[in-house]
């Protein structure tokens, strides 16, 4: 009997002593490594989050007038885009006369702004619940990209080209999926 408990303890030591050298192993493995979902707060109110083999803070985005304004010069700018952000249709079936209270709705929405030919974000900004936003912006081509639920609405981007001077004006429309 005691020669079964001196075998099963060895084998128990055994067991431990590989788990103890197989943890150890992983554990300084090198290979990609999780980041945490955190987020830096940069100095022009961007955010920047985790990334590279030891999860440092992106850099914050560094700018001057002349690559943000193509040389126009620096804020305010005297161009932008104003607009609406409407969400429709609101009723399942269109009536005649039509239903005052069917028309398309305001719609508060998250907007990104880029630059034509360009995947990062020159502005993000919001409509209110009145559904109006107003962007200043530099001379230049730009695609609003408002931002819907999930699936629906399903909000279209916009195309606009912004004048050196005045306001440009942009209407876009979310759909509810409402038929």
């Not at 001196?6 to 300084?28: F, M, S």
């Not at 709705?105 to 109006?132: C, H, Q």
């Not at 081509?141 to 609405?153: C, E, F, H, I, N």
């Not at 399903?154 to 759909?175: E, F, H, K, W």
Request: proline share 11%; glycine share 12%.
């Amino acid at each position: 009997m005691r020669k079964y408990a001196l075998v099963i303890g060895i084998v128990a030591i055994a067991v431990l002593l590989a788990l103890w050298a197989i943890g150890a192993r992983v554990a300084n493995a090198p290979g990609p490594r999780a980041c945490t979902q955190e987020a830096k707060i940069c100095p022009d109110g961007s955010s920047v989050g985790r990334t590279g083999p030891n999860c440092e803070f992106a850099p914050c985005p560094t700018a001057d007038a002349a690559s943000t304004t193509g040389g126009v010069g620096i804020l305010p700018y005297n161009s932008g885009v104003r607009g609406t952000v409407m969400l429709g249709p609101t009723c399942p079936v269109a009536r005649i006369p039509p239903d005052h209270t069917c028309a398309d709705k305001p719609y508060a929405a998250a907007i990104t702004v880029y630059r034509a030919g360009s995947e990062l974000p020159f502005i993000i900004g919001n409509s209110d619940a009145s559904g109006t936003f107003n962007f200043s912006l530099p001379p230049g081509s730009y695609t609003l990209a408002p931002s819907g639920g999930k699936a629906l609405p399903r909000c279209l981007p916009v195309d606009v080209s912004v004048p050196p001077t005045g306001y440009v004006a942009a209407n876009i429309s979310c759909d509810t999926g409402i038929r």
